[in-house]
C-alpha cells in the first residue's frame, strides 16, 4: 500500500485517516461533537485525543480547536476532559502547549482546566509557572 493509499486510524472505532494523506473522515466525529447539547459528546470530544493518539502528535491542531471551543463550558466534566486533553498533549509538545495554558491563565479561564493541564510538572518549575501567570 503506497502512502498515498494509507489505512485510515482507528480511534475509539472511529475511522480517521492521517493529517498528511487527505482530509479526515468524520462525518459524525469530534467536530460535532464539539458543539453538540450533550455533555457527554462534548467531553469525548477532546478526551478522544488524549493518551496514546495525543503521543502520537497526530491530531494536535484538532485537538487544539476542539479544546478551544470548550474552554467556557460551564461544565465540570467537559472542562476536566479540556484538562486532560491539554495535560497529554504537553507530554509531546510541551512548549506550544504551555504558552497556551499560560495564555488561559492570564485571561481567567476555569482553573479546573489549567490545573490539570500543569499537572504533570512538579517542584518549582510548577511553582515558576504559577506565579507567572498571575
Same mark, same amino acid.
Given at each position: ?19 498528511? @494523506?487527505?482530509?479526515? !473522515? ?16 462534548? #467531553? ?26 470548550? !474552554? ?15 495535560? @497529554?498533549?504537553? #507530554? ?12 488561559? #491563565? ?6 479546573? !482546566?489549567?490545573?490539570?493541564?500543569? #499537572? ?15
Amino acid at each position: 500500500m503506497s502512502r498515498r493509499e494509507a489505512k485510515p486510524v482507528l480511534i475509539y472505532g472511529r475511522a480517521f485517516r492521517r493529517p498528511q @494523506d487527505s482530509k479526515p !473522515i468524520r462525518p459524525h466525529g469530534p467536530d460535532s461533537w464539539n458543539v453538540d447539547d450533550d455533555l457527554w459528546l462534548r #467531553r469525548a470530544s477532546v478526551v478522544v485525543f488524549t493518551r496514546k493518539v495525543a503521543k502520537s502528535g497526530l491530531y494536535k491542531d484538532t485537538a487544539l480547536a476542539n479544546c478551544n471551543t470548550l !474552554i467556557n463550558d460551564p461544565e465540570h466534566l467537559v472542562q476536566t476532559g479540556v484538562g486532560w486533553c491539554l495535560r @497529554d498533549l504537553m #507530554r509531546r509538545h510541551k512548549e506550544e502547549i504551555l504558552s497556551y495554558v499560560l495564555h488561559l #491563565r492570564r485571561k481567567g479561564i476555569s482553573s479546573k !482546566i489549567t490545573l490539570y493541564a500543569l #499537572r504533570d510538572i512538579k517542584g518549582e518549575e510548577r511553582s515558576a509557572i504559577l506565579d507567572q501567570s498571575v
